[in-house]
């Protein structure tokens, strides 16, 4: 009886932390398996902080002595240090490029970045890797140690500078130049455009033509109305793009231009938006992020009202906050898989639901 008493309380102590971690497991992860890896994050890291916390427990309840509680404690800490220390090649070492990307945050869902040759839209921020969603709308998972390894570029939302190239001969003023080419940025939709002369080569005069794009969105689309409107604005003011040595070898005469005949534009009167299909996931999982901020701050915002409304007003203030709530969970549930929803939809429904709880 003394063995089976000595015995019960550790037996008792391991099963109910291995029920507290089942149970936590699944109404955490296993209740909603289809969580996007940006919502999985931070309950991931509780499950992590609870096992870690069961087994101090387990050990605790051990029935051995003090110095051997604590050299087994000791124990786990050299373990746990271990694997920091060796993470390099492992798991753990994504897991912690994971916490340290949320604590720098160098992008958001959404955003377009550049890392080595990969280039896409954010759709998902997880654990152990970052999703992006390219320009063919193919998806993409990079670990976040790669991440943390290699410069990342984030265009930022509230615009970027897109450029063009072209390569003129030294018989056409640069004035002349300059002034077709910023009217083809200002054609194409671009502020603040502005000449740069890059080299002057052998046989040709470089020139780059830039500008100001706030809606980033459109960045694909934007790159290609600005090669278009240079082309377009070029071939009005009778300016070949070509070098002095190509005609020189083509043999062509000087009075010859080589600029193609101007033709009937029968171009279509709706106009595919590619960046609408190339990045859907991420277009979705931006707006669904932005609603899903904007939800929080007016239940913070509500808050701070009812400490300081009159008892009278404070009922209808609780209840625009039980909307707001009710409308989150509603968001969560409905975009548990953005890749199941088009993202005009999604984005919105969203929008539609925020604007509803604001009026009220």
């Not at 890896?37 to 499950?47: D, M, S, Y």
């Not at 000791?74 to 373990?79: E, H, K, T």
Request: aromatic letters at 4%; a negative charge.
């Amino acid at each position: 009886m003394d063995q089976f008493m000595t015995i019960l309380p550790p037996v008792l102590t391991i099963t109910a932390v291995i029920a507290t971690l089942g149970a936590s497991y699944w109404l955490l992860l296993g209740k909603n398996p289809n969580l996007g890896n940006e919502r999985r994050f931070p309950r991931q890291i509780l499950l992590l902080g609870l096992t870690i916390a069961g087994l101090l427990t387990i050990v605790f309840a051990l029935p051995i002595s003090e110095n051997s509680r604590n050299q087994l404690i000791g124990l786990i800490g050299l373990v746990i240090s271990g694997i920091i220390a060796l993470s390099s090649t492992s798991i753990v070492s994504n897991l912690m490029a994971g916490i340290l990307l949320r604590i720098t945050m160098p992008f958001r869902t959404g955003d377009f970045i550049k890392a080595a040759d990969f280039f896409g839209r954010v759709s998902e921020r997880g654990l152990f890797d970052t999703e992006i969603q390219t320009e063919t709308r193919d998806l993409i998972a990079l670990p976040n140690t790669f991440l943390i390894t290699n410069p990342v570029t984030t265009i930022r939302s509230s615009g970027t500078i897109i450029s063009a190239t072209v390569s003129l001969g030294y018989d056409v003023h640069h004035s002349e130049i300059e002034t077709a080419l910023i009217r083809a940025a200002e054609n194409s939709g671009l502020e603040e455009p502005f000449v740069h002369i890059l080299e002057l080569g052998n046989f040709s005069v470089n020139y780059r033509i830039s500008g100001l794009l706030k809606e980033v969105k459109t960045l694909i689309t934007a790159k290609s109305d600005l090669f278009q409107h240079v082309l377009d604005a070029l071939h009005e003011q009778n300016i070949e793009i070509m070098s002095p040595g190509i005609m020189n070898q083509r043999r062509i005469p000087e009075d010859k231009k080589v600029i193609p005949a101007r033709s009937i534009n029968n171009k279509p009167e709706t106009r595919t938006n590619a960046e609408t299909i190339a990045f859907d996931k991420a277009e979705a999982a931006e707006a669904v992020e932005k609603t899903r901020q904007n939800l929080l701050q007016d239940i913070e915002r509500l808050e701070a009202e009812m400490s300081e409304a009159p008892e009278e007003a404070k009922q209808q203030i609780t209840k625009k906050i039980e909307e707001c709530r009710i409308n989150l969970q509603s968001l969560d549930k409905e975009t548990e898989n953005a890749e199941q929803y088009p993202p005009e939809e999604t984005t919105a429904e969203s929008r539609q639901k925020h604007e509803s709880t604001t009026e009220k």
